[in-house]
């Protein structure tokens, strides 16, 4: 989007050589901006080169009084200057809210025990947690759960938990102690582990879609 400046905002800078550089410095006042501003180095480089050419002015005015205060605040100003050169402009990041519906959530890992017996692949959208049955499933991130029971995709006893775009599976569970409509916190056990379903052995499959799609649950949770 384009950042245009309001014309009846800004102050003229005085033509009377009777003011001094300092004074024209002072009331120099930036437009007012309609949109956020821009941060490329572009804009960096105009105001640098406007700063730059009033510490000239400051220090090599004729009038005696007007180069003294120039003498005085040039250091100051080259520092600010320097200061100003070494700040990387990055553009704005979406601030994602942790826990937050229709955000980002935070994710934590949905047990602290077992170890991941098979990967993300494109045979297999989810990750295999292998551990003995029974043990806690925490929910890996706050949301409402959307299903709690069994599950005729091959999933066994399976819980969902939504939060916003993002949805967590937890599968395989031998028993399952929330509701549909329950709202959770991340680290609340929403199930124990187990052998149901389409399953070799006790396990959790745990898998996380965003907007329907699924994704490498690696990438925010390594258990």
Not at 25 to 45: F, G, L
Request: charged share 10%; with cysteine; aromatic share 8%.
């Amino acid at each position: 989007m384009d950042c245009y400046h309001n014309k009846s905002n800004n102050v003229p800078m005085t033509n009377d050589v009777t003011t001094s550089p300092l004074i024209q410095a002072a009331s120099w006042t930036e437009p007012v901006r309609e949109t956020a501003p821009q941060t490329d180095a572009s804009q960096a480089t105009s105001f640098e080169t406007m700063l730059l050419g009033q510490m000239m002015n400051l220090a090599g005015g004729s009038d005696s009084s007007s180069f003294g205060l120039g003498e005085m605040l040039l250091p100051l100003l080259l520092s600010l200057l320097e200061e100003m050169g070494t700040q990387e402009l990055m553009p704005t990041k979406p601030n994602y809210g942790q826990f937050s519906f229709a955000a980002q959530p935070s994710h934590i890992s949905p047990t602290s025990e077992g170890w991941m017996s098979q990967g993300y692949h494109p045979g297999h959208k989810a990750i295999d947690i292998a551990l003995p049955e029974g043990n806690p499933i925490q929910t890996s991130m706050s949301g409402q759960v959307v299903h709690a029971g069994w599950s005729h995709q091959g999933y066994g006893n399976l819980v969902i938990v939504e939060n916003g775009p993002y949805r967590t599976y937890y599968a395989h569970l031998s028993e399952i102690p929330v509701t549909v409509g329950q709202n959770v916190q991340a680290g609340q056990v929403i199930g124990l582990s187990g052998n149901t379903g389409n399953s070799t052995g006790p396990h959790l499959h745990y898998e996380i879609r965003l907007n329907g799609i699924p994704i490498d649950p690696t990438d925010y949770v390594m258990p």
